[in-house]
């Protein structure tokens, strides 16, 4: 059953990597609570207590705009392959954009992505297992292509056009600094 946990242990690690999907949670004080699903080659252990992830151009840009007004986050792993299992990491966050060194020291670490929108690091706080026994079991078919497609089509001038009018405010009006200088 759960274990709750001070760090990520190299075995968890391991089921992060083959993981293909996992979701983001983060809300501020007031308005909606906002959970995304992230796929793609766009997470990273950094060590036991530190995670980054490569967050693309999406319709919306909550997690950006909830973290500026609350950093707490939690993100969450499903096995829906093999052993049973669902892994919480809880902590605080922080945002890097392109205009942040931050960002271009950890943007290496991922595939060369147009729709690079943010690099999010969190300190984890906490790390929680459970059993998962009732997560269906899914087989993985394929990456969808149609994200890192169409941000190429896009190229960086739409992409920044795209931002200024999609992803400069969360759904509760809150600002995201997307395009901030």
């Not at 391991?14 to 979701?23: A, L």
């Not at 954009?97 to 960002?103: L, S, V, Y």
């Not at 297992?129 to 089509?153: H, I, Q």
């Not at 001038?157 to 600002?175: A, L, Q």
Request: hydrophobic content about 35%; charged content about 25%; overall charge positive.
């Amino acid at each position: 059953m759960g274990k709750k946990l001070e760090s990520i242990t190299p075995d968890l690690q391991k089921f992060i990597e083959k993981q293909k999907i996992f979701f983001v949670g983060t809300a501020a004080a007031e308005g909606n609570v906002n959970v995304s699903p992230k796929g793609t080659d766009s997470f990273r252990v950094i060590d036991s207590n530190k995670i980054i992830w490569l967050n693309l151009t999406g319709s919306g840009n909550e997690t950006a705009a909830h973290l500026l007004k609350n950093n707490r986050m939690t993100i969450m792993f499903c096995a829906f392959e093999g052993k049973p299992i669902i892994l919480r990491l809880y902590g605080t966050a922080k945002i890097f954009h392109k205009r942040d060194q931050e960002f271009s020291e950890y943007v290496h670490q991922f595939p060369v992505n147009t729709g690079a929108r943010q690099i999010i690091e969190m300190q984890v706080d906490l790390v929680q297992t459970s059993c998962g026994f009732a997560v269906p079991f899914m087989d993985f078919k394929e990456e969808r292509t149609t994200l890192n497609d169409w941000s190429k089509k896009q190229g960086e001038d739409k992409i920044k056009e795209y931002w200024k009018n999609k992803n400069t405010k969360s759904i509760d009006g809150f600002e995201t600094n997307i395009l901030k200088d």
